[in-house]
T-cell receptor, first 114, second 115 residues
Framework: AQSVTQLGSHVSVSEGALVLLRCNYSSSVPPYLFWYVQYPNQGLQLLLKYTSAATLVKGINGFEAEFKKSETSFHLTKPSAHMSDAAEYFCAVRVDSGNTPLVFGKGTRLSVIA | EPEVTQTPSHQVTQMGQEVILRCVPISNHLYFYWYRQILGQKVEFLVSFYNNEISEKSEIFDDQFSVERPDGSNFTLKIRSTKLEDSAMYFC?????????????FGSGTRLTVV
């Protein structure tokens, strides 16, 4: 069965600094990988997804993630953090087999310090 | 932009009581889901629903849980006799199709507190 592990339940960065949120996956078949963001009192919003096309995926709000099969990773990055990036970020995996559900990681809370 | 709407945003209930969490998916979506997140833990899949029947469910989704699409617009999750451990954030989601090319749209969640 597929799973994801998010390293670090809380990450704190200074405004303007690099954001790096880590996600490692486990899957016996080629996975589809997603990053979702949850702002306070809002739903889960799709940031970006990897579906076996380009390994470097660009998403909304300046975020991107790189699929590295050799490292079984799909880390999320942003070159320069903004205060508005403070939120909870979830990595998720799905395999393309019927209507298989998304499997989420525990989430990483990103704080941005002025 | 179309939204998935969940009501109420927060519900407090006594242990043993029945609760119904409500969701209005996006109108042309065909697949519906419930997920939950216990505080500090993973977002966990509960159930998926298509063509008026459950298509998949997790081991969490036992006989205490049921889902229904009573009127073609609402999608409800019922917990028959709540337990303290049912306290969690419950998310509804919908999608247009079932392949991975179709994303899920999530609602903002209902926080259920069982006392």
């Amino acid at each position: 069965a597929q799973s994801v592990t998010q390293l670090g339940s809380h990450v704190s960065v200074s405004e303007g600094a690099l954001v790096l949120l880590r996600c490692n996956y486990s899957s016996s078949v080629p996975p589809y990988l997603f990053w979702y963001v949850q702002y306070p009192n809002q739903g889960l919003q799709l940031l970006l997804k990897y579906t076996s096309a380009a390994t470097l995926v660009k998403g909304i709000n300046g975020f991107e993630a790189e699929f590295k099969k050799s490292e079984t990773s799909f880390h999320l990055t942003k070159p320069s953090a903004h205060m508005s990036d403070a939120a909870e970020y979830f990595c998720a995996v799905r395999v393309d087999s019927g209507n298989t559900p998304l499997v989420f990681g525990k989430g990483t809370r990103l704080s941005v310090i002025a | 932009e179309p939204e998935v709407t969940q009501t109420p945003s927060h519900q407090v209930t006594q242990m043993g009581q029945e609760v119904i969490l409500r969701c209005v998916p996006i109108s042309n979506h065909l697949y519906f889901y419930w997920y939950r997140q216990i505080l500090g833990q993973k977002v966990e899949f509960l159930v998926s629903f298509y063509n008026n029947e459950i298509s998949e469910k997790s081991e969490i989704f036992d006989d205490q849980f049921s889902v229904e699409r009573p009127d073609g617009s609402n999608f409800t999750l019922k917990i028959r006799s709540t337990k303290l451990e049912d306290s969690a954030m419950y998310f509804c989601a919908s999608s247009l199709g079932q392949g991975t090319g179709f994303g899920y749209t999530f609602g903002s969640g209902t926080r259920l507190t069982v006392v």
